[in-house]
């Protein structure tokens, strides 16, 4: 079975880390670019982040620039996402996804560029 599973989320203080852990099982992350999505209570699905299959470009939304960093483990079959100086804002359920067509990060945040999705972790940001 072809599937995605996140891992690492949790209850953090404000300025706070988490790490999310991104893992694949029935198929090998090598050829997939990785992004990183959060969705918070009433709110759209949003880019957040996302890693080339190369592992040669990242890129991240505003909003997390210079807080959040991506990164891939090929020979674990798992994408990280670091989670810095977290704010209340942050909260919200983290998805990864995974993408064989579109390898680069060009317009990662579209939806519709990837094959798989896992089931989400919270990530919640409170004193």
């Known amino acids: 079975q072809l599937q995605l599973v996140e891992s690492g989320g949790g209850l953090v203080q404000p300025g706070g880390s988490l790490r999310l852990s991104c893992a694949a099982s029935g198929f090998t992350l090598d050829y997939y670019a990785i992004g990183w999505f959060r969705q918070a209570p009433g709110k759209e699905r949003e880019g957040v982040s996302c890693?080339?299959?190369?592992?040669?470009?990242?890129t991240y939304a505003d909003s997390v620039k210079g807080r959040f960093t991506i990164s891939r483990d090929n020979a674990k079959n798992t994408v990280y996402l670091q989670m810095n100086s977290l704010k209340p804002e942050d909260t919200a359920v983290y998805y990864c996804?995974?993408?064989?067509?579109?390898?680069?990060?060009?317009?990662?945040?579209?939806?519709?560029?990837?094959?798989?999705w896992g089931q989400g972790t919270q990530v919640t940001v409170s004193s």
């Open positions: 890693i080339s299959s190369s592992g040669g470009t990242t």
């Open positions: 996804a995974a993408s064989q067509i579109y390898r680069g990060c060009g317009t990662y945040y579209e939806k519709y560029r990837y094959d798989y």
